[in-house]
């Protein structure tokens, strides 16, 4: 496996792997990581959909990627995903998937054309005081000293951050600014989180810095990711022949080590509580999802609040993990990821409007028609003064082909589950539907003698605690996370989001497909190029430009630096002038 760049690669097809013929795969779990190995496996590695085993647990496909209609209960999504430009192993996958929804087109066809048509963009990225604009204005407000703390995280290398907290490289300058608002919202990110994953966010989407106060960076897609995502998928795997087995959980992948070289030799389930076993030889590939944030949700409704599962272990997806690793060191260290609920869980929530009192106070806010079918919040809005650290957005509607056209479906959550609220003095985490529409409602601007009847009446709310959900945030060492393929595996790897590989970042959806890729690349020899993680990191005007933008219009000349540094700033920048260096600081706002 190896990486390129360019186009020379990236619309070439590869030959067919040698003796793929006599090979089978069985990929644990049916999440995005999987989905994605299996249409690699068939596009790719030209490998027969009938020898592709899909086993999965639960009773349908999708994994994290999910959206629906729960009976009894109503719309649920359990969260939402952000895409940009730069997924590039994302989009090498889409352009080869059928469009559910265009005849002749691809999913990339359809999503591109509709964020051509309809860009993304917020008129309204916070509010306080009860659903006043809190104007940032676009604004960073970063001080000279969190600006140089940024930038020294960014030039850190990844082993001078391993174990490290968030709160261990910045300071209070940096957590006031408008920068850390937009950011830990957006990303999800709370203080305790690892410094390394931050410093790999920062360098991942540093071509995306001027976009962070209003979004405009991001893309969406038509739908929830299941319909719009997962359904294609499906339709293009069962096509070619893929065998699902659903309500099958594999409980561990037993190895055989000769030497050096490790080999999956079996695979241990529960069918319909049943232990099963099936036998592996080397021609035999396995790819096991390793880790889920997912794991252990648990919903609520109106009138009830969800209940956090603490499962000891983790529950089953983690167990496997931990199976799998007490058979060799290379397989990573589940623990760390999954044995501190209070820092790894948050809450979302589904609100579902359900008459026309809520709409006109979104349409306040958001300065766009709901109904209208295109971008509405274009991203998250964020309560700058919530005591939960309260966000909601509304994607284009309908969320749900059939969600009646009359209602809105608007996805919440909170970073601070566990403090009481500001209308509703009570954590977010004992808060039934009812309740947390009351804050939402509070926070909206309605008047509080409207709110009781409003929260009651006038929408539904499906909350969900996810005790898992940013694991992938913990602190970590080198090992922890394993590699996609192990040193040593002959026919076995891990894919999605708790898999490692290089440069790129967890929490999206082009990880799990960039594992899935590098995985079946490797396990098969496909000779082709992934691509590699966009390289703004590297790229002298993207780093100039995002420095402008993070210093909110000030030059360089502007800041206040010791008197020798400026006398040599500005010699060097006297001897810059009229060259190709000097023109570039002109162009991106640096002099």
Avoid at 174 to 198: C, G, I, K, P, V
Avoid at 233 to 247: S, T, W
Avoid at 308 to 320: A, D, I, K, R, S
Avoid at 395 to 418: C, E, G, I, S
């Amino acid at each position: 496996m190896y990486y390129s760049s360019g186009n020379y690669e990236a619309f070439a097809r590869p030959m067919k792997p040698e003796g793929v013929d006599g090979k089978s795969a069985y990929l644990v779990g049916a999440g995005l990581a999987s989905l994605a190995a299996a249409c690699f496996l068939i596009r790719d590695g030209q490998m027969k959909g009938s020898r592709i085993h899909i086993l999965e647990e639960l009773d349908i496909a999708g994994g994290a990627l999910d959206g629906g209609e729960e009976e009894h209960k109503g719309f649920v999504i359990r969260g939402g995903r952000e895409m940009e430009d730069h997924f590039e192993c994302l989009w090498d996958l889409f352009h080869s998937i059928p469009s559910l929804e265009a005849e002749g087109a691809s999913v990339l066809d359809e999503f591109y054309w509709l964020n051509k048509k309809d860009p993304n963009y917020s008129l309204m990225r916070a509010t306080m005081n009860r659903g006043e604009d809190a104007h940032t204005d676009g604004k960073f407000t970063l001080s000279e000293k969190a600006s140089m703390e940024i930038v020294k995280l960014f030039l850190t290398r990844d082993e001078d951050l391993y174990d490290l907290k968030i709160t261990d490289v910045f300071t209070e300058d940096f957590f006031a600014s408008n920068f850390w608002l937009y950011w830990r919202t957006m990303f999800a990110f709370e203080d305790w989180h690892s410094a390394l994953e931050m410093k790999l966010y920062i360098q991942r989407f540093i071509h995306h810095i001027g976009g962070l106060p209003d979004f405009s960076a991001l893309k969406f897609t038509k739908y929830n990711q299941f319909e719009s995502l997962v359904q294609p998928m499906l339709k293009y795997l069962e096509a070619h022949g893929v065998d699902f087995q659903y309500k099958t959980q594999v409980t561990n992948v037993v190895f055989e080590h000769h030497g050096t070289r490790k080999i999956a030799a079996k695979i241990q389930c529960l069918r319909a509580g049943q232990p099963e076993s099936i036998d592996l030889t080397e021609d035999d590939l396995v790819f096991v999802t390793n880790g889920s944030c997912t794991e252990n949700s648990s919903l609520g409704d109106h009138h009830h609040a969800p209940v956090l599962n603490t499962q000891p272990g983790g529950g089953g997806c983690w167990e496997l993990w931990r199976n799998i690793a007490a058979q060799d060191e290379s397989f990573g260290r589940p623990d760390k990821f999954c044995m501190n609920i209070e820092a790894s869980k948050w809450e979302s929530a589904t609100i579902t409007t359900l008459d026309d009192r809520i709409p006109p106070y979104i349409e306040k806010i958001c300065k766009r028609d709901p109904f209208s079918g295109k971008v509405v919040t274009g991203g998250i809005v964020s309560v700058k003064d919530s005591s939960w650290m309260l966000s909601w957005t509304l994607n284009r509607q309908p969320h749900f082909k059939k969600q009646p056209k009359d209602q809105l479906v608007v996805w919440f959550y909170a970073l601070f589950t566990d403090v009481p609220g500001d209308y509703i003095k009570k954590p977010m985490q004992d808060c039934t539907g009812e309740e947390i529409t009351a804050e939402w409602l509070y926070h909206m601007g309605v008047p509080e003698a409207d709110i009781p009847e409003m929260a009651a009446r006038s929408a539904n709310c499906i909350p969900c605690m996810m005790p898992y959900i940013t694991a992938f945030f913990m602190p970590r060492t080198a090992g922890d996370r394993p590699k996609v393929v192990p040193d040593g595996c002959v026919n076995f790897a891990f894919i999605g989001q708790f898999a490692d590989t290089e440069r790129d970042t967890v929490f999206t959806t082009e990880y799990s497909v960039r594992t899935a890729m590098e995985s079946v690349y490797t396990l098969l020899n496909v000779d082709r190029g992934v691509p590699e993680v966009f390289a703004s990191e590297f790229d002298i005007r993207v780093l100039l430009d995002s420095t402008s933008k993070m210093m909110d219009g000030k030059k360089l000349t502007d800041l206040k630096q010791p008197v020798l540094l400026k006398l040599l700033e500005q010699g060097a920048l006297k001897k810059a002038s009229g060259t190709v260096i000097g023109d570039l600081l002109k162009k991106y706002g640096i002099v």
